[in-house]
């Protein structure tokens, strides 16, 4: 909780009672408080410094920039002289924002964006370019930075705020990135049960029409066996006969449990949302087949 002045500021503005502000970015110490106004209260939390990476070959240059992000306390500095150290800090260390400049000696700041490219890293960018170099700015933003910036025109005040604002776009488009996936794999997911549903379906109707057959075959059989045999014989073939329906009886209870099954998936998953284990469900189903049903001998 913070002091009365500053709960009292929060809570002058025109805010609901269960507002959550979470943007009144101040500093504390080493780390980034943000205040957030909850329940009435004004309270304080506290977030890890972001990592940047500096990659430019004018060290008084990057020395003030990383003098002044670090001693704000929200940002923790690291930097790299020319474009190959560059892509080795980049390798090594988990960055949060780069911050790149375009003349970088043997390697220009445009190859680095294409080599971040080629690796498949997202990292954020805000290209550094100087005046007359508004195509390099152009050709920065087509190969994936967040923003440019005029070196000669960069206000230090204004820096983190550039920094802050990039930053939050690359979550944001991660946060959308995520949402998109989840809802691709959630859409393969109802196709698969669809799919199962209907595939076992399909196969049921074929597997009853066969089954059917043989019972009437049966049937068939057992009645011939009685008028054109002698007792014993017709006994023997009887009996197999009654064997071979007992087997399409317990094939039919297979594939019974196949469609309870399906219908079990499909509604479990319609509903909700949830992946489910089809070996442990069929598993699971002709337990309990096998408890209510007895199959004749």
Known sequence: MFPNKLREFFLSQSYPSSAILSKKILTKGANTCNF?????????????????????????F??????DLSSSGNYTVITASSGE?????????????????????TMTGLQVLEWLNEQKMETP?????????????????????????????????????LINGVYERYMFRKERQQRELEKLEEEKQKAAVQMFQTTVRTIAHHVNNALAVIMLRSSSFERNARRNFDPN???????????????????????????ELSNVVYTKYTSDQTII????????????????????V
Do not use: W
């Not at 990057?62 to 003098?67: E, G, Q, R, V």
């Not at 170099?133 to 070196?151: C, F, P, Q, S």
């Open 233 to 259: 014989t017709a006994n023997n073939i009887i009996s197999l006969v009654n064997e071979l329906k007992n087997q399409a009886s317990i094939i039919e209870a297979v594939v019974r449990s196949l469609v």
């Open 36 to 60: 957030i106004l909850k329940d009435g209260g004004v309270f304080c939390t506290m977030k890890k410094p972001l990592t940047i990476l500096i990659i430019d070959d004018d060290l008084a």
């Open 62 to 67: 990057i020395n003030l920039l990383s003098f």
């Open 85 to 105: 150290q560059g892509i080795e800090m980049l390798k090594s260390e988990p960055i949060d924002v780069v911050l790149l400049d375009y003349h970088l000696g």
């Open 277 to 296: 284990d089809i070996r442990k469900e069929l598993e699971t189903n002709l337990e309990k087949m096998k408890e209510r049903q007895t199959v004749p």
């Open 125 to 161: 960018v805000i290209m550094l370019t100087a005046a007359g170099t508004e195509e390099v700015a152009v050709n920065a933003m087509k190969l994936g930075a967040y923003d440019y910036a005029r070196k000669e025109r960069l206000e230090l005040d204004h820096l983190p705020i």
